[in-house]
């Protein structure tokens, strides 16, 4: 699979390089944030062009993430990088299935090119998961369908250099006409703070609003 370029970054020259410093000193440097999120729009964009909800939001989510600067920013071996785009990386169930598997693919055309190419990967799949799709250039996407989510932590092997955002949201709730999801982002405070999830929440909201 292509993997997204990346080019090198000057650390002299990072306005982030403070802060990472900073967050660099925590044994723990990552954060969770869940917030809600109207997905009206969406739902019924989804429903008209017969297309799925799930694959539609991860489509919106990483044009989102591309948006902020932020997000964009990874480190290997030791060295800072700033990736040209990240790449959708999220859970799938075939029909009556019980276990998972992760589908990678670009984030490319329009939201119908995706969800349909989407759902052609995910129904072709046969393993778990793609190695050769890994990299630290994918965000990482899952769903809890059956649940409301208020909160939410990944699992994961401690690296500090780990700057690749989790994205997951569960059910979504109706009232008063509207339907709304609780969705969460987990980040690395090296290199994002809250500004960031506010800056990926507005570019959301208008990708939504547009369809």
């Not at 989804?46 to 489509?59: D, H, I, R």
């Not at 990386?89 to 190419?117: M, N, W, Y």
């Not at 050769?132 to 989510?149: G, K, R, T």
């Not at 090296?190 to 959301?204: C, N």
Request: charged share 25%; glycine share 6%.
């Amino acid at each position: 699979m292509h993997q997204p370029t990346a080019a090198p970054v000057a650390w002299e020259t990072w306005p982030r390089r403070e802060l990472f410093d900073f967050f660099s000193g925590m044994s723990n440097p990552f954060f969770s944030v869940t917030f809600s999120v109207d997905v009206t729009n969406l739902h019924r964009f989804a429903k008209e062009n017969g297309v799925s909800f799930y694959y539609a939001l991860v489509y919106l989510c990483t044009q989102a993430i591309d948006r902020v600067e932020a997000f964009h920013y990874t480190v290997r071996g030791g060295a800072l990088y700033r990736l040209e785009t990240r790449c959708p990386s999220f859970t799938d169930l075939k029909p009556g299935a019980e276990q998972f598997h992760i589908v990678t693919i670009p984030c490319e055309g329009d939201i119908l090119d995706f969800c349909r190419a989407a759902k052609r990967e995910s129904g072709a799949q046969t393993c778990f998961i793609r190695a050769d799709a890994e990299s630290d250039a994918l965000i990482y996407f899952s769903c809890l369908p059956w649940v409301p989510l208020t909160a939410l932590t990944n699992e994961r092997d401690f690296d500090a250099d780990d700057a690749i955002p989790r994205v997951a949201w569960g059910k979504f709730i109706e009232q008063d006409g509207r339907k709304t999801l609780g969705l969460s982002l987990e980040l690395n405070h090296r290199f994002t703070d809250g500004l960031h999830i506010g800056q990926f929440y507005k570019a959301l909201c208008e990708r939504i609003a547009a369809l």
